[in-house]
């Protein structure tokens, strides 16, 4: 059983940046493939960004150029947030799955779901 431990959510003004950190419990196997997630009330969850086990990254259009995600080791994901919009506003969720290479893109898209999610962390961007 993995464990996903998310951090750094915050209330900031536009343009602000916050940096928000997803800790995996086990050895890494079972945390290879991990991305951010974000739901604002009344809305459907979206994917934020995504990497897999080789590195490769992906992002939703709304955040290109504004976001940054990395991970540290097999079990510490980060994702950099600049340029905070009041539309970034939502609580966020890392996610986590096992998975095999050039998996990423399967994650991305929805063919394969994470199985392991963390608590949420909320994210307030004022105008």
């Known amino acids: 059983q993995v464990q996903l431990v998310d951090s750094g959510g915050g209330s900031v003004q536009a343009g602000g940046s916050l940096r928000l950190s997803c800790v995996a419990s086990?050895?890494?196997?079972?945390?290879?493939?991990m991305g951010w997630f974000r739901q604002a009330p009344g809305k459907e969850r979206e994917g934020v960004a995504a990497?897999?086990?080789?590195?490769?990254t992906f992002y939703a259009d709304s955040v290109k150029g504004r976001f940054t995600i990395s991970k540290e080791s097999k079990n510490t994901l980060y994702l950099q947030m600049n340029s905070l919009k009041p539309e970034d506003t939502a609580m966020y969720y890392c996610?986590?799955?096992?998975?095999?290479?050039?998996?990423?893109?399967?994650?991305?898209?929805?063919?394969?779901?994470?199985?392991?999610w963390s608590q949420g962390t909320q994210v307030t961007v004022s105008s």
């Open positions: 990497i897999d086990r080789d590195g490769t």
């Open positions: 086990g050895d890494g196997d079972s945390s290879a493939c």
């Open positions: 996610a986590a799955e096992r998975c095999g290479p050039g998996a990423g893109s399967l994650f991305w898209t929805g063919k394969y779901q994470y199985y392991y």
